[in-house]
C-alpha cells in the first residue's frame, strides 16, 4: 500500500477546515508539474518489471480447532526482514562455495499490507528483459512462500487466497475480539483486525466520515435449495444489527477490511519512455475484465457462498467514499460495474455496454477553461474542499475511466478519443486549468485532474506546508496512490535517480486486476503471461481499444458466477481498428501483423475468454501470438517449455477443461458434510478449506479437476535458502549462451 511515512495523521474535521486538504490538492499539481519537468522526456531502454503477492496469515489454536485470522502481521513482517538479510548472506555463502545450482541471490522484499493478518512480498529487485527472467518468476514465489512458512508458528498456516471466508463471522481473529470499535462501528469487525500502522486506521475512518456513513458492500447471495427466504428485500436501508444483515437478499458487509483485507497480484512493467507508458496502460486496462475471470477464486465472503466469483465488487464498495450527493448525482447508488443483485442491478449501464445516458466527458479546449467552468453541470466535479460537489460515477476503487495514450488524441480522426472515453470522469477543474496552462496536454491533464477529484484522505501533520514542491512527490502520490484502478500509471517515485534519488525507476505501468492463487504455478503463469501480452502489444503494435463502457460491461460479467463459461466479453479482434493509435514505438507495420495473424470483425463483437486466447476465425488470439514473438526474439529452449506449459494452463482453464478456484472451492463447500444448502459456509467448512488450500499451496495436495498433469512443485519452510530451492527445481535456468531480451 504504497508509501508509509510513520506519524501522527490529522484528524478528518482538522484537514477538512483548516485548508490542508486544499493545500495538499493543490500543491499535489504543483508537485506533479515539477516532477513531470524533471522527467518528461527520461528513457529507459531496459525492461524492468516485477510482482506483488499479499498473503493471510491464519492460526488452528482455538478449543474448537478453527481457522482465524492471526493478527500477527507486523511481528511477522519484522521477522521477514531479519531472516531477509540473513538468508541472503548465506544463499550468497552457498553460491560461492560452487553448491549444485547456486547462483546470485534472488531474495524477497516484504511491506505491510492493510490487515493485522497480511504482508506483501516482491523480489528483492525486478525482474529483468531477458527471456530467461521469466524462470524467475515461480522460482522467487516459490522461495516467498518458503521464507514465510520458515517465520510462522506451528499453529499458522498462509494460504494464498484472495478473500478469508470467515471474515466478520463472529469471533474471526486471534486474539479474539469484540466487534467494533471507534474507527469502523462495525458491526461484523474489530479495529484491531486493521495493521496498527496509523495510516491504516486512517483511511478507514476518514472514508467513513466522507461518505457520511459505514461503506456499504452488498453482494449477490447464491441462493442454494434451502437458502431462507430474505425478509429485508434488496436497496432495503443499512442494517443497524447483525440480525437485520442476515435478513438482507444481498450479503451485507460494513468495514474496510472486508475489501482491503482481500489479497491480489499485480504486476509493474517499467516502460521505455512516458508515451510508451501511456500506450500500455490503455491497452492492458482493457484486458483487466478478461484476467480477473481467468484468475476468479472468491466464491464466498462473510461466512456465506457469494453469487459471484471474485473479490473485485466487495473491494470496490469497501472503500468507497462518496458523498451521498456525489453518489446521487451520478444517478447511482451501486456501481455500475458490479454484478446484478439477483436480476435488480440499479446499474447506469445497460447489459449491452451502451453507454449511459448523460454525455460523456469533453476534453475543454484550453481556452474554454481558462474563461472558467464549461463543463455541462454534473460532469465536472470539483473535491471536497472546494466549492461545488458534483457527481462520482465509480468508487475509487473500480475500473479506469478514461484512456491516456497521447496518441489517440492526435489521431487522424477527431471522434477517435471521445468515441473510446465514453464513460463520465468527473474531474477537479482548477487542477485541470493549471496543468493545462502549464503546458501538460489535454489528455494527460484530464487523467489527473481526475485522480484530482477525490479528496486526499490521510494527512501526517508536520508534512503538509513543511514539503517543498520542488523535491517532494508526497502530495501527488497521496492522492495517485488512493485512487486504486484496474490498472495504475506511475510516474518515476522520489526514490527514482531521475528525481535525485538512487533507485533505477522510470515510467511504470502497473496491472491490477487478477486475484492471488493457491499456488505459485498459477501466479507465475497469469505474472508470465500478462508480461508476455504486453511484449506482443508493443512489438506487434496491437491495438486493443473498445470504448470504456464496453471495458466497464465487461468488468461486470467478469464477476460472475463461473463468467468464463456463462458470459462473452467485448473485444476487438481486428488488430488495426481504423480508429486507433500506432505504438509510440512501432516496431511492426499493421500490414505485416495482419499477414501474420488475420485479422477479424472489424466492429467489436462478443467472443469467449477462450476465444480471444486462442483466436477466432480470422483472428489468431494472444497464445499463439505469444509464441510467434518467443520464436522471433529467439527465445531458448527452456523458457520456450516453461512458457508453454503455462499457456496450455490457462487455456485449459479458459476451455473449461480445468475449473476455476472460485468454483472449486464452491464445490468444496457444497459437497462438505457440514454443509445445509443454505449458503451457509460454517467454521468448519471455512477451517477444512483453508487447511486445503494451505496444502494445495505447498504442493501436498493436488486437485485433478483444478490442475490436471500440470506441474505444481512441493515447497515446504526448508527451502527458504533459494540456493537449495533451486537445486531441487524441475525448471532449469536458461540453456542459451545469448540472452534474449525483450525489450
Ligand atoms: P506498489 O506501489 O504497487 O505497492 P511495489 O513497490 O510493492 O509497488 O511493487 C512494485 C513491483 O514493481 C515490484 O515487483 C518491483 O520489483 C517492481 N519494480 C521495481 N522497480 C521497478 C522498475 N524500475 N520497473 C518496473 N518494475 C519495478
Ligand atoms: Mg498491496
Ligand atoms: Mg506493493
Ligand atoms: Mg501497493
Ligand atoms: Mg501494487
Redesign the pocket.
Known amino acids: ?2 508509501f508509509l511515512e510513520a506519524g501522527e495523521p490529522y484528524t478528518w474535521d482538522e484537514s477538512r477546515e483548516d485548508g490542508i486538504m486544499e493545500w495538499v490538492s493543490t500543491h499535489g499539481i504543483d508537485q506533479f508539474l515539477a516532477m513531470w519537468e524533471k522527467v518528461k522526456a527520461i528513457r529507459c531502454d531496459d525492461l ?5 503477492l499479499e498473503y493471510s496469515i491464519l492460526s488452528a489454536n482455538g478449543d474448537d480447532g478453527t481457522v482465524r485470522c492471526k493478527l500477527r502481521g507486523a511481528e511477522i513482517l519484522a521477522k521477514l526482514r531479519e531472516q531477509e538479510l540473513a538468508l541472503q548472506a548465506e544463499d550468497e555463502a552457498e553460491g560461492e562455495a560452487g553448491m549444485k545450482g547456486g547462483t546470485k541471490s534472488e531474495g524477497c522484499s516484504w ?1 505491510p499490507e492493510y490487515g493485522a493478518w497480511m504482508v ?1 512480498g ?2 528483492a ?2 525482474y529483468t528483459g531477458t527471456a530467461s527472467a521469466l524462470l524467475s518468476v515461480e522460482r522467487n514465489m516459490r522461495t516467498r512462500r518458503a521464507r514465510l512458512l520458515a517465520v510462522l508458528e506451528p499453529d499458522e498456516i498462509c494460504p494464498t487466497i484472495p478473500c478469508f471466508p470467515l471474515i466478520g463471522v463472529g469471533e474471526f481473529t486471534e486474539p479474539a475480539l469484540p466487534a467494533g470499535g471507534p474507527v469502523t462501528k462495525s458491526l461484523f469487525v474489530p479495529d484491531d483486525c486493521i495493521n496498527p500502522h496509523p495510516r491504516f486506521a486512517a483511511l478507514t475512518g476518514n472514508i467513513r466520515k466522507r461518505r457520511g456513513a459505514n461503506v456499504d458492500i452488498r453482494m449477490p447471495r447464491f441462493r442454494d435449495t434451502h437458502t431462507p427466504a430474505p425478509s429485508r428485500p434488496v436497496g432495503c436501508a443499512q442494517p443497524s444489527t447483525v440480525e437485520e444483515a442476515n435478513a438482507m437478499d444481498e450479503v451485507y458487509m460494513d468495514a474496510m477490511a472486508f475489501g482491503m483485507g482481500c489479497c491480489c497480484l ?1 504486476v ?3 516502460a521505455q519512455d512516458v508515451d510508451e507508458s501511456r500506450h500500455l496502460y490503455d491497452q492492458l486496462a482493457v484486458l483487466a475484465p478478461m484476467m480477473l475471470a481467468l484468475t476468479a477464486s472468491t466464491p464466498a465472503a462473510r461466512g456465506t457462498l457469494l453469487d459471484t466469483d471474485s473479490r473485485w465488487g466487495i473491494i470496490s464498495q469497501s472503500v468507497d467514499d462518496r458523498t451521498p450527493t456525489e453518489r446521487r448525482s451520478a444517478g447511482t447508488e451501486r456501481s455500475a460495474r458490479l454484478p446484478a443483485v439477483n436480476g435488480t442491478d440499479g446499474s447506469h449501464t445497460a447489459s449491452d455496454g451502451t453507454p449511459p445516458k448523460s454525455a460523456p466527458p469533453k476534453v475543454p479546449s484550453s481556452s474554454a477553461v481558462a474563461d472558467g467552468p464549461s463543463g455541462p453541470s454534473g460532469l465536472y466535479h470539483d473535491a471536497m474542499w472546494q466549492s461545488g460537489r458534483g457527481a462520482q460515477h465509480k468508487s475509487r476503487y473500480d475500473s479506469i475511466s478514461l484512456y491516456i495514450c497521447n496518441e489517440l488524441a492526435k489521431n487522424k480522426n477527431p471522434q477517435c478519443s471521445e468515441q473510446y472515453n465514453d464513460v463520465p470522469a468527473p474531474m477537479c477543474e482548477k487542477s485541470y486549468a493549471r496543468m493545462v496552462a502549464a503546458g501538460i496536454d489535454p489528455m494527460l491533464a484530464r487523467h489527473i485532474a481526475h485522480l484530482f477529484s477525490r479528496d486526499p484522505l490521510v494527512i501526517f501533520r508536520g508534512r503538509v506546508q513543511e514539503l517543498s514542491d520542488a523535491d517532494s512527490t508526497e502530495h501527488f502520490e497521496n492522492l495517485q496512490s488512493t485512487n486504486w484502478q484496474t490498472v495504475r500509471w506511475k510516474p518515476p517515485p522520489a526514490s527514482s535517480t531521475f528525481l535525485g534519488g538512487t533507485a ?3 515510467w ?1 505501468v ?1 496491472f491490477r486486476s487478477m486475484e492471488i492463487s493457491m499456488t505459485d504455478f498459477e501466479n507465475a503463469a497469469f505474472t508470465v503471461f500478462i508480461v508476455l501480452v504486453s511484449r506482443i502489444i508493443l512489438y506487434f503494435n496491437l491495438n486493443l481499444y473498445l470504448p470504456l463502457s464496453k471495458v466497464d460491461e465487461n468488468m461486470r460479467r467478469a464477476q460472475t458466477r463461473d463468467a468464463l463459461h456463462t458470459q462473452k466479453m467485448w473485444f476487438s479482434q481486428n488488430l488495426m481498428p481504423p480508429c486507433g493509435c500506432e505504438t509510440p514505438q512501432k516496431k511492426m507495420p499493421h500490414e505485416k501483423v495482419a499477414t501474420l495473424f488475420g485479422a477479424g470483425e472489424v466492429a467489436p463483437s462478443e467472443v469467449t475468454v477462450l476465444e480471444i486466447l486462442t483466436g477466432k476465425g480470422t483472428y489468431r488470439g494472444l497464445c499463439p501470438m505469444i509464441m510467434a514473438y518467443l520464436d522471433v526474439i529467439g527465445s531458448d529452449s527452456v523458457t520456450l517449455r516453461t512458457v508453454t506449459v503455462y499457456l496450455d494452463f490457462i487455456v485449459a482453464r479458459a476451455a473449461g477443461q480445468l475449473v476455476t478456484p472460485a468454483t472449486w472451492m464452491r464445490n468444496y463447500i457444497r459437497s462438505h458434510p457440514d454443509y445445509k444448502f443454505d449458503s451457509v459456509v460454517s467454521s468448519r467448512i471455512a477451517t477444512d478449506l483453508m487447511m486445503k488450500c494451505h496444502r494445495i499451496g505447498m504442493g501436498l495436495d493436488k486437485p485433478r479437476e483444478l490442475y490436471g498433469d500440470f506441474p505444481i512443485q512441493t515447497v515446504s519452510a526448508k527451502d527458504a535458502v533459494t540456493a537449495r530451492l533451486l537445486s531441487s527445481l524441475p525448471l532449469g535456468r536458461s540453456t542459451s549462451h545469448v540472452e534474449r531480451t525483450m525489450d
Open positions: 500500500m504504497g524492468k518489471w516485477g510482482d506483488e511491506v506483501e516482491t523480489p529487485h525486478p499485480q509493474t512493467f517499467q533505477d525507476i522510470g511504470r502497473e
